[in-house]
């Protein structure tokens, strides 16, 4: 089992920045990718980015140069550092891990972007 635990969001401006963490903890050991979905309002959740035991990363288009994922592996922590956020970034975030063909998720933590 593994439980994730994500902080960090807020209300921020359009162009601001926020960092989301996201702190793992039980079986940890057997995390091989963890990474972040996100679903606004009235829309299915949508991959953002994630990272792998190696540090290998990918991104969906929309937030490439924008948002970096990180990866503490001695803290078993993710981060996501979101910049230049825009009003479209707008969801609220879920952090997942990957242990064989298991997903956990975290609880979410929204973020909004005001114009």
């Known amino acids: 089992q593994v439980q994730l635990v994500e902080s960090g969001g807020g209300l921020v401006q359009a162009g601001g920045s926020l960092r989301l963490s996201c702190a793992a903890s039980?079986?940890?050991?057997?995390?091989?990718?963890m990474g972040w979905y996100r679903q606004a309002p009235g829309k299915q959740r949508d991959f953002v980015a994630l990272?792998?035991?190696?540090?290998?990363?990918n991104y969906v288009d929309s937030v490439k140069g924008r948002f970096t994922i990180s990866r503490d592996n001695a803290k078993n922590i993710v981060y996501l550092q979101l910049n230049s956020l825009k009003p479209e970034d707008t969801a609220v975030y879920y952090c997942?891990?990957?242990?064989?063909?298991?997903?956990?998720w975290g609880q979410g933590t929204q973020v909004t972007v005001s114009e």
């Open positions: 997942y891990g990957v242990v064989g063909a298991t997903m956990y």
């Open positions: 990272i792998s035991s190696g540090g290998m990363t």
């Open positions: 039980g079986s940890t050991f057997r995390i091989n990718y």
